[in-house]
């Protein structure tokens, strides 16, 4: 997603070798509600201001520079337990988007 700066993102993610866009089939009814929550809560938001809420302090993000340096891998559990943490504090269902 590099390159496009402050500039909306207005093209397909594609497979590098091939330049196919990738396009994962979202298998239900609650894969395409989850997917919309998420585009009308976020898609309106500066890519700017996302980042900056991704890398506050707390965040798996700032978590990670702080222990491991810059460029390492976030760990798939201290992402999860902080967005259940997040899911919690907002009282939404952990299981709203469930099979």
Known sequence: MSGYTSEPVNKFVTERS???????PLRDERERRFVRDI???YGPVHA?????????PGTPWDKTIRKKGQYAEIDEKLM???FAELREIRGIDRNQYRH
Request: glycine residues 4%; charged residues 25%; neutral net charge.
């Open 39 to 41: 585009t009308d809560a």
């Open 80 to 82: 999860r337990d902080h």
């Open 18 to 24: 091939t330049g196919i866009p990738y396009a994962a």
């Open 48 to 56: 700017f201001r996302l980042s900056q809420r991704t890398h506050e």
